[in-house]
């Protein structure tokens, strides 16, 4: 079970495509297509105890405009728990209110990720702490992620 947003919306998820590295789902939502891209962990270096289930996610959000997360099942520590690190820059990401998911602060945070992410290496890592304090860093390959924002951009504008 993906959690991308907070249970009480209501929303129907379908597979489009693998792209890649990347699965585009779409989530239909009172009428409103939103597409998302996908990573699951290549590897990770937990310790102490699981992360359970992480997922890094694209959303698209219209023309040009996304939101990057981080997603798990296990509840994450809620003071900057989780920190991305792509090529030479670090990102702090929020968590909500129901610890088991960590967005972006700004739409503009957003962009400076995706931009590096496509621009570096092959792969980025996440740091991220569970509720118990529990440690670990989860990686991810960005290999394909352009294809994929490609993708969404051609197919997921129209419900």
């Not at 379908?14 to 590897?43: G, Q, S």
């Not at 359970?52 to 405009?65: Q, T």
């Not at 939101?67 to 099942?73: G, K, M, P, R």
């Not at 509720?131 to 990686?139: K, T």
Request: glycine share 4%; proline share 3%; hydrophobic share 40%.
């Amino acid at each position: 079970m993906l959690h991308i947003r907070p249970s009480e919306a209501v929303s129907k998820f379908f597979d489009l495509a693998e792209v890649k590295n990347w699965r585009i789902i779409a989530e239909i939502e009172e009428e409103k297509k939103i597409c998302h891209a996908i990573m699951t962990p290549y590897r990770d270096r937990l310790l102490y105890s699981n992360i359970k289930d992480p997922k890094f996610i694209v959303s698209y959000k219209g023309h040009l405009a996304y939101s990057i997360s981080f997603s798990a099942l296990t509840r994450l520590a809620h003071s900057k728990s989780v920190t991305l690190f792509v090529n030479d820059s670090q990102y702090t990401l929020k968590v909500n209110k129901h610890g088991k998911n960590a967005i972006t602060y700004s739409a503009d945070q957003d962009v400076d990720i995706i931009n590096d992410i496509i621009s570096g290496p092959y792969t980025f890592k996440i740091k991220s702490k569970g509720a118990s304090g529990e440690l670990g860093f989860i990686y991810f390959s960005s290999m394909g992620l352009q294809e994929a924002i490609a993708y969404m951009e051609k197919n997921c504008s129209k419900p």
